[in-house]
């Protein structure tokens, strides 16, 4: 027991709930870690975890990093995250995501839920007939539907952005960008990179869907463990986290890291600073990739498509340019700056407000339609 509560101070969580259905085989944990801005909202991820202890990391740590991406980005939100122990190839169905959120619905809109790995628009709203407090359903229930298309535009702003800031341009016409995860934001990503001009160098695990990128994009395909030894300009992670560590920072070739994927440093303060010292443009992950964030939020007060996708656009390329001028005033870390920014955020508005107490209907107009 004390090593949950050593864990959950080490992150300043407000709380943690295990939910547990022997009927379904649910195992599943919520973390909530911030709610000073407002209810906590995140994704819900589906992964076959080594172990609960695993599991429980997960969740702490992507929480956590939900709370800065919610303050970073402007929204009236705290951070939240949701994993389910299993296979999400083999254990998904109806009954599965219906009792997870029963669980939801029992906390009474301090955690809004949303699709994540392994689970999708189809989970969601199945938890949906459970709860009300769920986002990135479908659009014919009201909701926005697949959020990745506003994640990858998110992120290909942020890479402009982050290029403006290191070469001066105000394009990626002719650039190399390496895109290391293929799946659905990855995949949008490199249609904007192609449409703009930039050559691909591609990897995935998936080889369907490097065939098929490198088909669709012209793109050149690598071996997972070549991308970090190629000659690109920019490094853009968009799969699973931690690629960014002390075996891989010392092969980049490149001068910037932009990419969609969460938690890309593997232990942040140590790599954020070996970029740093490399004279690699980093750009925080959970600010380039809000994108998903921004979507999924917008359906609270009503889905407006265009709105979402320009709020993420230029949100995003706006929040990282601070964030880089703030890195030189301060002479810290892209990393480290973007804490700064996203906890100034949160203090100041802890002076208007405590520990978040739901209103009669926390997902405003789009229950009231």
């Known amino acids: 027991m004390s090593f949950i509560f050593e864990q959950m101070g080490s992150r300043d969580h407000e709380e943690l709930i295990f939910c547990y259905d022997p009927e379904t085989g649910l195992k599943a944990i919520i973390a909530i870690h911030d709610t000073t801005i407002g209810p906590a909202l995140g994704g819900c991820r589906m992964w076959n975890y080594e172990s609960e202890e695993a599991a429980l990391k997960d969740a702490l740590r992507l929480s956590r990093g939900m709370s800065y991406k919610a303050s970073i980005a402007g929204l009236n939100l705290g951070g ?3 994993v389910i122990i299993g296979d999400s190839k083999k254990d998904k169905n109806e009954m599965l995501f219906r009792s997870f959120g029963r669980f939801v619905q029992g906390l009474a809109g301090r955690y809004i839920t949303a699709e994540d790995v392994g689970t999708g628009v189809k989970a969601m709203g199945g ?33 402009k952005a982050t290029v403006k800031k290191r ?54 395909a690598l071996d997972l463990e070549d991308i970090y030894d190629a000659d690109i300009d920019i490094y853009a992670p968009c799969a699973l986290g931690a690629t960014l560590n002390s075996e891989t920072i010392p092969r980049l070739k490149c001068s910037i890291v932009a990419g969609s994927a ?57 929040t990282l340019l601070e964030i880089f001028d703030r890195s030189e005033e301060d002479n810290v870390t892209t990393h480290d700056a973007a804490l700064r920014v996203a906890k100034k955020r949160m203090k100041d508005l802890s002076k208007l407000k405590n520990i978040y107490l739901p209103k009669k209907n926390v997902m405003g107009k789009r229950d009231n339609n």
């Open 80 to 82: 939240g995250k949701a």
């Open 127 to 159: 938890e949906r007939m459970e709860t009300r407090y769920v986002t990135g359903i479908s659009r014919a229930l009201g909701g926005s539907g697949d959020p990745s298309p506003v994640t990858a535009l998110g992120t290909y702003s942020g890479m």
């Open 167 to 220: 070469i001066g341009k105000d394009t990626l016409f002719g650039l190399n960008i390496g895109v290391q995860g293929l799946g659905h934001v990855g995949y949008h990503l490199c249609r904007y990179l192609k449409k703009e001009g930039a050559n691909l160098f591609v990897s995935d695990i998936d080889q369907d869907l490097m065939k098929r990128v490198v088909k669709d994009f012209d793109a050149s």
């Open 262 to 318: 969460n938690n890309q440093l593997k232990k942040e303060s140590i790599h954020a600073q070996m970029l740093k010292d490399r004279d690699i443009l980093y750009a925080p992950d959970y600010a380039i990739n809000a994108g998903g964030l921004i979507n999924v939020a917008n359906e609270i007060d009503g889905y407006n498509r265009e709105r979402a996708f320009k709020q993420a656009e230029e949100g995003i390329y706006d």
